[in-house]
């Protein structure tokens, strides 16, 4: 309950500061660079050598993956039909195709499934989530935006990624089976702690309730794909594809039913891809996944037996 108030708290603090003449213009862009540059790779390198290897772990990695395939083959379709700009689709993509396996997702799993749980969560969060957002999203990304780019300085740009460096880093520490000292383990824990609640400061400061906004059809359309569509596919391929009525199957339908991913938004953002869309995804969709969460959740629980 803590971490979701304190969720709340951040985004209520991020809006505050907006009107505080003390804070820059610029305060969301360093947060920003903070989050990707120092807490991101910490939490990769933190929690990926204590990961223990195997096939198991397919599925749940699997469910980020597919959900950026879906995003990417619907989202690029209905630009081309109705003629939308590359911003437009490369945002409704990114923000709608990652969703926030971490942030919210600790807490309200923590909520519905206990501590054990969490091992599926890690799962598809960092192998799924997280490795699509240092590859393909930053490839998405660089592809949509109006910066001029050919495959060699994508390719630099994917593998000078922070995150992708320590993801990269910590899965083969992984493989081998090693892992930090603790009390550097420790640090990193420390530093991976301040993530969350400096992206939701970042998006809130960002954030602008309008009345009326030009982004309101684009930002209902991505929000059905991320809260019904998406949870709704992966329902289908592990109940009724796979048979699968688990605790992991359970945990990977509420985890696809999360809101859009407050990095992804940033990476969106960083790249001047509809920032303001890109930060109503996030400030609309977490209050909202709450209501569409708990309805998966009874489905779930009522079918999944």
């Not at 108030?5 to 907006?18: E, R, S």
Request: some cysteine; glycine content about 6%; proline content about 5%.
């Amino acid at each position: 309950m803590s971490s979701i108030i304190l969720l709340f708290l951040c985004l209520f603090i991020g809006i505050v500061i907006q009107r505080i003449p003390n804070f820059p213009r610029n305060t969301a862009i360093v947060l920003n660079q903070y989050i990707l540059f120092i807490a991101l790779p910490a939490m990769a390198l933190y929690y990926l050598p204590k990961i223990e290897l195997g096939w198991d772990l397919l599925f749940p990695a699997s469910v980020a993956w597919i959900a950026f395939g879906l995003s990417y083959l619907l989202f690029t379709f209905l630009g081309k039909m109705y003629n939308w700009s590359k911003k437009l689709i490369g945002c409704l993509i990114i923000t709608a195709g990652l969703g926030n396996t971490s942030f919210v997702g600790i807490p309200v799993i923590q909520a519905l499934y206990g501590d054990e749980a969490l091992k599926t969560l890690i799962i598809i969060d960092l192998p799924g989530t997280f490795v699509v957002l240092s590859t393909v999203g930053v490839m998405v990304a660089t592809l949509f935006s109006s910066q001029k780019n050919n495959n060699d300085s994508m390719l630099k740009k994917m593998l000078t990624f922070p995150p992708l460096v320590a993801f990269l880093i910590g899965f083969s520490m992984a493989v081998f089976n090693i892992d930090f000292p603790d009390f550097f383990s420790t640090t990193l824990k420390d530093l991976a702690a301040t993530l969350s609640p400096v992206a939701l400061i970042s998006v809130g400061f960002q954030l602008k309730f309008k009345a009326y906004s030009k982004h309101f059809r684009f930002l209902a359309l991505g929000l059905a794909f991320q809260l019904i569509l998406l949870p709704a596919v992966i329902f289908a391929l592990f109940f009724l594809v796979l048979g699968r009525t688990d605790e992991i199957a359970k945990v990977c339908v509420i985890e696809a039913a999360m809101a859009p991913m407050i990095t992804g938004a940033i990476l969106s953002s960083s790249y001047g891809l509809k920032p303001e869309l890109s930060n109503m995804m996030v400030g609309f969709g977490i209050p909202i996944s709450f209501i569409t969460i708990a309805g998966w959740y009874m489905l779930v629980e009522y079918l999944m037996v």
